[in-house]
């Protein structure tokens, strides 16, 4: 939360700093008109004034750029190599040849003097630092730079110096006009007729460049993500492309000559879903019911599950989150298979090696489909029950319905958007198996009784101790598990939603009592429950001291451009986004270590496809409870989180933001093994759509 006021204030210094400079840069490059000594002196006391008025925004961005600093270099390394040098050198000019100058007009105000303000000395530097300004400002919002970008940078100082260089050459022309005795001032038709040229001109080069970069981002009509993985950025240590055997993510496949032990059948429908509060949502189900049903299995049992797909003209798929399914099995349309068409039936067989709460949804454009309502939770056991007998296993799905492009509040447990009472007898053991179905990250509060965390996307915690006033925060896609033993009074889970620096309670929740009825005022607690330190340390195959044969750098952005034809909102990597992101090559054996840095204005829950990653470190400081193993990593804004992971699942993965509207708009990537090809195609020609 601090940073992102940090980076809000960063980018009102930018702007500022572009207008004032802008400004100034406007005024300086007047003709000279000496009429009078009063004048002369107030125009050079205007302008010297203008001057520390731009030097005390080029403080205010050095010290914004050194708050933004205190959370890690990353989070500055495009203003430090770009934004400020680009502004504080040119302001530097600007102290050194022109304020000399207009302080020697002001004390003796005359022709002579008011001339010396028009040299190129005295002029270019202003402009200088009015078009560092808004380089700063544009690469601020428009085009951000992550590192490693060495050629954009060198892109950019090149363009800056030509632009000086055109500027110092058309001052220095109109400085000699001046000296001479030229025309003080063009006639008024002259002048208005020079300005309408301009702005056509200026117009008319606008228009062209943003269609051409409109035009640019036009995503292909067939794009096969073979080729697209291997033509990503590599990561340090990365290997040359193998020459060996190629296998195909069709030929990665579950067991399909065995029994299965559990069968399920999955219907895509569309329908009208009527919510508890009697509103009613166009909603796409599974079965006819949200969630969808509920698929609970035993770890090493053979899975399989039969899609139909009954929506008009819609196609779909399922992706089976959180589970470290065969390539093939993975359920994303255009990279594991071809999507599921209207009347269609598709059939996944896997064999589940992990256990906890899990879930499954659409992967073909899921950031509508999921929203939609295609998704339900996949519970998968241990061979013997950890749950202590007479366990009430509840789960709680929480979503937020959209009524045309609108969310309704409050976000819904199941199809009930208001508060959700039920009947809880005291000393009942119970579970809450919380799974985040949005994009958006969730917080919730436990009011009533303290609880322990018992499983993290899954993952069963070592060693859970009592937690009490902390909330629980779970980004996008991904699931906690709650224990307590229900006490005499109620309990309320409540979720927190962020205003500012205030914490609101959102209307609607969980109330459990003895008799279903009841009230109890929420908490709002404002620490948050860290993961890294909760639980007890036990051995791990790997760790912070290993040796990594990988690693990998991946830096968040947001910036305001265009995305497949659209302006909008690009959610960048490394100042990329799909399809240029970066993806990582890597061998089966090999030990990955990845750094995620977020400098936008949005959490990104980071999931990778067919593997689960251990936490080393969040912001710096190592993970020291409980091993933290997660298959979606929510990087807060501001945070920086060094994660690693074994490729030991081969295939072509998908490693995407699942807050889902950011991957839709350019978070998202692959991790893609040497040798592994796919027949699959994604694209606007294709029955294929990829996030």
Known sequence: MLFESYLNYDIEAALFLTLLWGTSAVLVARRPHHRSDRRGRRRATFMLVLVALGWLLVAGRLVTTALMGSFGYLFVADRVAVALPLVVLPALAVLVLAVPRWRAHRRNPSAETRLATFAPQAVVPFQ?????????????????????????????????????????????????????????????????????????????????????????????????????????VSAAGAHGHSTGRTVSVADLTGPRSETPDRRFTLVAEATKLRLASGREVDAWLFNGQSPGPELRVKRGELIEVTVHNKVPDTNVSVHWHGVDVPNAEDGVAGVTQDAIKPGGTHVYRFRPDEVGTHWYHSHQQSSVQVKKGLFGPLIIEPEQSDLAPGTQDLIV?????????????????????????????????????????????????????????????????????????????????????LEFTMPAQPVRLTELRRFGSELRVVDGGLLLSADGTGDVQPDKPTEAFDPTTYGSPMPTPFGRDSTFTKTHSLVFDNELWFYDGRFTVVWASNGMAFPKAPSLTVREGDLVKVRFANRSHFDHPMHLHGHHVLVLSRNGKPATGSPLWLDTVNVEVGEIWEVAFKADNPGLWMDHCHNLDHAAAGMMSHVVYEGVTTPYEVGHDTPNELE
Do not use: C, K
């Open 128 to 232: 200088a630092t009015a078009l560092g300004a808004l380089t700063g400002f544009v690469t601020a919002i428009m085009v951000t730079m992550g590192p490693p970008q060495l050629v954009p940078i060198l892109t950019v100082y090149v363009s800056f110096l030509t632009v000086l260089v055109g500027l110092w050459l058309w001052q220095q022309y109109r400085y000699r006009v001046a000296a001479n005795g030229g025309p003080v001032r063009r006639s008024r038709p002259v002048r208005a007729l020079r300005a309408v040229a301009v702005v056509a001109v200026v117009g008319l080069v606008l228009v062209g460049g943003l269609s051409w970069a409109a035009n640019e981002t036009v995503l292909p009509g067939r794009m096969n993500m073979t080729d697209h993985a291997h033509g990503g």
């Open 397 to 481: 799905s929480t979503h937020t319905w959209y009524s045309g492009e609108l969310p309704l509040e409050p976000p819904a447990i199941g199809t009930v958007d208001q508060l959700d009472r039920r009947r809880m007898a005291p000393g009942t053991p119970v579970r809450l198996r919380l799974i985040n179905t949005d994009g958006a990250t969730h917080r919730y509060s436990l009011t009533g009784t303290p609880f322990r965390v018992v499983a993290i996307d899954g993952n069963p915690v070592n060693q859970p101790t009592d937690v009490a006033g902390e909330q629980v925060v779970i980004g996008g896609g991904g699931r906690y598990d």
